[in-house]
Each structure stands twice: as C-alpha cells, then as structure tokens.
C-alpha cells in the first residue's frame, strides 16, 4: 500500500496573509486541524488548530476582548506556521510514511508531486484507512484468536479447516509479543457465529477463543 491509497486529495489550503481568526473559521468549517499555506502554488508551511490556540487569548492577557478580537484579524497565519513542513511523495509505502510521521513527531505529512501539494496524510488517514480495516472496525462478521500460532504450517492448517466450513476470511494478521513470547494468529471471519469454527481449530491442537470486537 503506497501514500496515493490512504491520502486526502481535496486539500484545504490558505495563502500567507489569512488572518488567524479566518483560519479558526476555515478549519472549524471543513472540521480539520491543519492546514497547508500556499503562496501562488508554493508551499510555504503549515497551521495547526494548537498553533491558532497559542496564539490566542493565553498570549494575549494583557488586551481587552475588543483589542484581541482586533489583533486576530490582523495578525496573520505567516506568524504562527510550521516553516519545516514533512513532506512525502504519492508512491512512498504506507510503511514508509508511518515511519517518517513518527520519527519527526508530526501528526501529518503533505503530499507533494513535482512542485504541487496534491494531498495530506494525517493520523486519521492512517487509522480509518488502514488500522480500521486490519481490526475489522465497522465491519460485521466475528474475531478469533488462535495463540502461538506462527508458523507457516500452522497456519495453513488453521486457513483449510476455515475453508472447508465455508467461511470467509475478512483478514488475518500476526501479533507479536516479544517479552511473552507469544506469536497470536487473528482472523476476522465473514461469520456472525464462530462457534463451529472455534470448535474444529481445538481439534488441531490450538488454544483458541473469540475476540470481542
């Protein structure tokens, strides 16, 4: 999975000059925390809802409300920006771009291709477009976990006996536990009812048991 499968194209941008209280506004209107700053085409920062909230009432304790309603419209985004933005391309892996995020300790990453930005990456990308499906958030069915199973034998016996019940698999992924030492199987099964499942895995040998969901 590369950034172009996870990212939001439609990208809400302000130039420079956009005055801290139009950003609040902007970004309460499209319900988003961060926005890129864009002069003519050329990305030039980015604003987030914690810099418009420093940038506020706290900072400005010595000014009447008429005074600091007045200096958030005038004083503008170019004051308050992230000027080290973290950018990735479109066809970087998912991996990749998770890695960067974290090693930078930023929550997005704008998406540039040539010169252009053509999307952002958040932490909410990353949760609703690739952690909600591998957990199987939303979608119906069931969850089984089949301990210390990790080798490949194992799981391939565990997949047949699924198969000749009939029963779909939605997804299935390896837990590592390193300081117990445990190797986790976990399906999520096109199913309402594991029951018949669970029961026919216990003949191999495994402990396994259904996953609240």
């Known amino acids: 999975m590369i950034v172009a499968d996870v990212m939001t194209t439609n990208v809400v941008s302000i130039p420079s000059n956009t005055s801290l209280a139009d950003a609040r506004r902007i970004m309460d209107a499209h319900r988003v925390r961060r926005l890129p700053v864009i002069d003519r085409g050329k990305l030039m920062g980015i604003v987030t809802r914690d810099a418009l909230d420093k940038a ?76 909600n499906p591998i957990l199987g958030i939303g979608l119906s069915g069931s969850r089984i976990v089949v301990r210390n199973c990790n080798k490949g034998q194992d799981v391939e016996k565990v997949v047949a006996t699924i198969n000749k019940l009939n029963v779909g698999i939605t997804n299935l992924f390896l837990i590592q536990f390193p300081e117990a030492k445990k190797h986790d199987l976990v399906l999520h099964l096109d199913t309402p009812d594991s029951s018949k499942i669970i029961a026919e895995i216990k003949k191999l040998g495994c402990l396994v048991e259904e996953r609240m969901r």
Do not use: W
Request: aromatic share 6%; charged share 20%.
């Open 56 to 131: 506020g009432p706290s900072k400005l304790t010595t000014f009447s409300m008429h005074e600091l309603s007045y200096l958030l419209t005038k004083l503008t985004v170019e004051e308050v920006m992230r000027r080290e933005v973290v950018t990735v391309s479109p066809g970087m892996t998912v991996e990749e771009a998770v890695a960067l995020a974290q090693s930078k300790q930023v929550g997005a990453l704008i998406v540039i291709e040539g010169d252009q930005v053509i999307g952002i990456c958040t932490t909410n990308d990353f949760f609703y477009r690739i952690l």
